[in-house]
């Protein structure tokens, strides 16, 4: 059995008159993650960190911020194109683990829905998708509520020819 490990970091700033979208769901909240994507941080970081495990590039490359066609593209549509990336370069995903950095909102209530939907765009079992969430004790932008950043790992497996 082969095994590779990724990972995948992301930012976005916090903006008035957007949605709150973190690993594929719509959180509750006055303002939302900016970007020519619908912003969601969560799921640029799982995807980094699969193309990471495969050595498969990363996300910019995949879906360059100045192409218009993938203005607000979701972030499940990113998780299943890095999927895809990863299948057909005959590995599987074996587990997924994020943490979130936010001081703002409570994402404690949001984890299990985080994990069905990551676990839903990649196709393996929600058991295999960890989600944490951390404030950063009002320290930096984050902080200060001006960003969100998401951590992320991916383990992935192929058997030996
Ligand atoms: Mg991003």
């Known amino acids: 059995m082969n095994l590779r490990v990724g990972v995948g970091y992301d930012l976005h700033r916090l903006a008035e008159g957007r949605p709150l979208m973190l690993g594929g769901v719509a959180v509750p909240a006055e303002r939302g993650l900016a970007g020519h994507s619908d912003g969601d941080a969560v799921a640029h970081a799982v ?34 194109a ?14 997924i683990d994020v943490t979130i950095v936010a001081e703002w909102p409570k994402l404690g209530p949001h984890r299990d829905a985080m994990r ?44 030996e020819a």
């Open 82 to 95: 890095a999927r895809a990336a990863i299948e057909g370069r005959r590995w599987r995903i074996v587990n």
């Open 47 to 80: 995807a980094d960190a699969l193309l990471g495990a495969a050595a498969a590039g990363d996300v910019g490359a995949m879906f360059p911020p100045d192409d218009p066609r993938y203005a607000g593209i979701a972030g499940v549509d990113i998780l299943a």
């Open 116 to 159: 069905e939907a990551i676990a839903g765009a990649l196709g393996i079992a929600v058991d295999a998708v960890g989600v944490k969430a951390k404030t950063n004790e009002g320290l930096d932008a984050i902080g200060r509520g001006e960003a969100i950043a998401a951590h992320a790992v991916a383990l992935i497996a192929r058997e």
